[in-house]
């Protein structure tokens, strides 16, 4: 089983509340769902989103961990081990 070797990166807790994906609200884009990075807390929207800002995030900074931001969600995704968490 594949395991995350990045959870040492892991310097922020998921917000409890967010506005939305920063560079939609910026420029008037929508989003399906949101990430949130855990090294630096930046929200981005998903892969099924038009913006896909989640992990163009990740691809610019190399912050390999982002964990769901929407209500109720746990779940969270190493990019770089391509692992659920």
Same mark, same amino acid.
Not at 1 to 20: N, W
Not at 34 to 57: I, N, Q, Y
């Given at each position: 089983?594949? /395991? ?7 310097? *922020?807790? !998921? &917000?409890?509340?967010?506005? @939305?994906? $920063?560079?939609?609200? !910026?420029?008037? @884009?929508? #989003?399906?769902? +949101? ?7 930046? *929200? ?5 989103? &038009? ?6 995030? =990740?691809? /610019? !900074?190399?912050? &390999? ?5 929407? &209500?109720?969600? !746990? #779940?969270? =995704?190493?990019?770089?081990? $391509? *692992?659920? +968490?």
């Amino acid at each position: 089983m594949a /395991e995350c070797t990045h959870l040492d990166q892991v310097r *922020v807790e !998921t &917000p409890e509340h967010v506005e @939305g994906c $920063e560079e939609c609200l !910026t420029s008037g @884009g929508t #989003w399906v769902e +949101l990430r949130a990075c855990r090294v630096c807390g930046h *929200v981005g929207c998903c892969d099924s989103s &038009p913006g896909t800002h989640a992990t163009k995030h =990740y691809q /610019e !900074t190399g912050h &390999p961990i982002m964990s769901s931001a929407m &209500p109720g969600a !746990t #779940w969270s =995704y190493c990019y770089v081990d $391509e *692992v659920m +968490l």
